[in-house]
């Protein structure tokens, strides 16, 4: 029983680090400054497709999510170039869904984005969602989330793709979700975000450099 | 109660016709109090432009109801005896009768627009008719009445209600009864150029009530219904407290009678929500749909409470029977991973509960009206009553990324029969009118579930990340069965025995059942989900029956 349990999450967890390993090459030398555009700033994010959290194969789908925060240039390695400060998964009449019913999630905020590495052929930023924490509720089956995702922001497009990696997630807290969501269990979430500078359709930009 | 009027002919097609049953919700429950001494009458009459499929047509619409003249902060404005009046032009019921349509019942939602301080929202006024002869020439008025929803505002200002669109749903027969083919037409109908100006039906002021102001100054006058001015926005209202106003809130609540019985259409309405309250405060009971209390007693951290209703078709009658909407409350079992020996992965969820009403296990009662041998109008009373453990499992396959899920709710349910008129004299069917065993369905796993119960089966899934669609137990959906029901026994005193009448009438296999679930509360969570509970955790979520 246990070795099959394992196998599922090796599988999951293997498409996801391909999915991973294919947005491209890390560049040879770290990027220590991170130049946010314009910075500071405020932003607001929409997801674009559905957003799906998934633990031990049940699904739960979003098909709205907002996010907002701000934004500014940091240097380091990683570094912190944004901070989320409001993130809402579902809206009034489009429910998070999943076949253990509606799903309410709830954010403890600030969530950050993190940028690790950058490569300026692309203008695309590797790094993570951190400081993910969020309670979710299905019918009387309530857990807590927290950790990390990984993802990747695109210059041209604005696209934040968050893709997280099995292990950077953990539910930490579970009650009456049996063993469908037990304490320990690493949920996974996929979910692509658009990102604007907060009132304006800008897209914002992220430079990683290493002067 | 009368049932259609078939038009003379044989007495097998005549039985026949009759049998599509003009069934009777139970009673609304209106508070008698609850319409104010100061009403306020509304009686519209207004230009419309209604969409066939031919086309559009002119049709006038007439809209009556009674409201109060005035409220005050927090108070419920509720509309009584609330009628809708569509005439359609003898262009448009050409239509009906290409169809051979005989008779014609329909199912009316008018669209309303609240408008408070520059907030605004809409609410439904739903209606049912009863069925209308189908005139050979000449125009078809049909009256409509129904269940509107109940209004509170937590802002003074004027509260105006202006008329909008009206959607009518058509429901032909043909002389022998049966349905048309289609058997539906929908029209659509908005307000015509010529109504510009006079949708306004009403304007309620709204005062900061008695603690703050005694208001000299309230308007002791207000403007009868019709004349209206057109901008519900129009800040005629003094100088408000600061903060935005919330935006009214719906309660349904049953508003009229006229006289006439209420149909399974009618009561479907009494379900259907308008979900006003999802712009505005979705955990008070104000802002929900009429339903039969549903307190958890002793809630525990895995306690759900959720509405049911539907039909239960009676096949014998060729009609369908209205469950009410139910209360059933659970507790929910823990999802279990399951792996099996096809290699295959599991997720079970075994679920027990039961149907509540007024702390018995038990439907609330409920009427079915029909012609029984084709000629006898008779009206039983029935309920459901709980004769074992409401047993819910989930089996949900779950196949990366897919989920797909299967619940099956079992229960053993007697049929009791508390009332029955036949041709308007009371038939005394004495205190244990019951069905022999319970309602008995297929059962897929007999040596698993042996015994005599209804199987409801939901099928819900997901697939590849997208929405959840179909029956989930937390969110509710659709189940559908078939059961058997069997012979009465019980029936009658005095001598008089009436198992036979109503096994013949009632009793016998393949009758289809359909169930609508609600949205589950979650009584015992810490903080329930918006949306999902009443301030006092019943369920909010009220559905509305399907066929």
Known sequence: MKKQIRNFAVVAGAATAAFALAAGPASAVPSTVWTVNPTPASFTAANSGNVVLSVNGIAMTCTKSNASGTMASATGNPATVASISAIAFGATGAPCTSVLGNVTTVATTPWTVVAQDY??????????????????????????????????????????????????????????????VPVGAKPLFKGDYLVKVAGTSTIPTIVGSNP | MRGPRPTPRSTRVRARGATIAAFVALAPLLPAAAVAVGTLKVDAAL?????????????????????????????????????????????????????????????????????????????????????????????????????????TTGTAGDLTLTAGSLAVDLAPSTADGAPTSPASLSVSCVPGPDAAGRTGLAVIPVTPGAVTTPSPSTPTAPPSGPSFPPPPSSPSSPALPSGAPSAPTGRETASTTTGAPRDPASASGAAKGPRVAADGTPGTTAGRPKAPPCITEQPTSTSLSAYITGYSNVRKLDGASLIPVSCVQLEQGEPVIDFRPDGTLHLLQKSEGSLRYQGRKQSPPFSSTFLTFGFAPTTATLVLEQAGPLIVESDVLLVFPDNIAETYIRVPLVLRVLDVEVNGTRLDVGPDCRTV??????????????????????????????????????SGGPLTGEVTVPAFKGCGAGGENLDRLLTASISGPGNHIRQIQGQTCAVGVEVPTEGQCTADRQPYVVPKPER
């Open chain 1, 119 to 180: 490569t300026a052929a692309t203008g695309v930023t590797k790094g993570y969602v951190g400081n993910v924490d969020a309670k979710v509720t299905v019918g009387a089956c309530v857990f807590r989330v927290t950790g990390k995702a990984s993802g990747t922001y695109t210059n041209s497009t604005g696209k934040l793709a968050v893709n997280s990696v099995s292990g950077e997630l953990t539910v930490v807290s579970s009650t009456n979700c049996g063993s469908a």
């Open chain 2, 47 to 151: 230009p419309y432009v209604c969409t066939l499929p031919s086309g559009q047509q002119p049709a006038t619409v007439r809209i009556r109801a009674t409201v109060p003249d005035r409220a005050t902060v927090g108070e419920t404005i509720e509309a009584a005896d609330a009628g809708t009046t569509l005439e359609l032009p003898a262009a448009a019921v050409a239509e009906l009768t290409a169809l051979k349509a005989a008779t014609v019942r329909a199912e009316t939602l008018l669209t309303v627009g609240v408008g408070q301080n520059g907030e605004s929202t809409d609410v439904a006024w739903r209606g049912t008719t009863q069925p209308s002869a189908v005139p050979a020439d000449g125009p078809l008025t049909l009256t409509s009445t129904g269940d509107v929803p109940a209004l």
């Open chain 2, 437 to 474: 065993t319970p309602l008995a369905s297929p059962e897929p796993q007999p040596a698993k579930y042996p015994g005599d119960h209804l199987v409801l089966l939901g099928k819900g899934q997901l697939l590849n990340g997208t929405d959840a669609t179909g029956y989930v137990l937390t």
